[in-house]
Nanobody
Framework: QVQLVESGGGLVQAGGSLRLSCAAS????????MGWFHQAPGKERKFVAS????????EYADAVKGRFTISRDNAKNTVDLQMNSLNPDDTGGYYC????????????????WGQGTQVTVPS
């Protein structure tokens, strides 16, 4: 099993940046692909970005391409999401997830989830 804890959320003005971090424990981090998901208020949780087990492959939702960057550090058991040019549509909970499908991606199953961290971008 993997335990995931997100941090780094907060209130940021439109056009600003935030860096989210997810710390993993309990299992071999490098044997999982990692993903970030976003749940806007009153809406379903949606895929944002993923990174393969070795960091060699990344995938992004169209809405965040060019603005968000996912990265991981297998030595520190962390995965980060750098978010730039934030807008009010980015408001919501952000969740870190781990998948046994080593390549990651938007279509694979994610087996473990964190509790989320809140991002608010006022309009």
């Amino acid at each position: 099993q993997v335990q995931l804890v997100e941090s780094g959320g907060g209130l940021v003005q439109a056009g600003g940046s935030l860096r989210l971090s997810c710390a993993a424990s309990g299992s071999t981090f490098s044997t999982y692909a990692m993903g970030w998901f976003h749940q806007a208020p009153g809406k379903e949780r949606k895929f944002v970005a993923s990174i393969s087990w070795d960091g060699g492959r990344t995938e992004y939702a169209d809405a965040v391409k060019g603005r968000f960057t996912i990265s991981r550090d297998n030595a520190k058991n962390t995965v980060d999401l750098q978010m730039n040019s934030l807008n009010p549509d980015d408001t919501g909970g952000y969740y870190c997830a781990a998948s046994r499908w080593l390549s990651g991606g938007s279509k694979v199953r994610y087996d473990y989830w964190g509790q989320g961290t809140q991002v608010t971008v006022p309009s």
